[in-house]
């Protein structure tokens, strides 16, 4: 069976950082495109950042380019989200996802593998 379990996330301060952590388990492929992405309640769930099955090159939201980093720990079926210099405005639900197509400039995610979320909440 498969499963994405999120694990981070929290209350903090702008300016702050934070790290977001997923583990994709379950599945036949031996590795995966992962990607985040972002809900506000009432607003439409969007792409943050995703890294290569291939050759782990990350792709990002202009929006965080600069601020949030995305890497593997030492498996190819995690990716892990640093956020640093937290804004109010990254406040959301950040969800993980796993065995999406990467092109260059766009990650599609796969509609069946999503993680719960965790919440991400930055105070001014």
Request: hydrophobic content about 30%.
């Amino acid at each position: 069976q498969v499963q994405l379990v999120e694990s981070g996330g929290g209350l903090v301060q702008t300016g702050a950082s934070l790290r977001l952590s997923c583990v994709f388990s379950g599945g036949t492929d031996s590795d995966r495109n992962m990607g985040w992405f972002r809900q506000d309640p009432g607003k439409e769930r969007e792409f943050v950042a995703a890294i290569s099955r291939f050759d782990d090159t990350p792709l990002y939201a202009h929006s965080v380019e600069g601020r949030f980093t995305i890497f593997r720990d030492n498996d190819k079926n995690t990716a892990s989200l640093q956020l640093n210099d937290l804004r109010p405005e990254d406040t959301a639900t950040y969800y993980c996802n796993g065995g999406g197509t990467l092109f260059d400039d766009r990650y599609l995610p796969n509609r069946n593998f999503w993680g719960q979320g965790t919440q991400v909440t930055v105070s001014s």
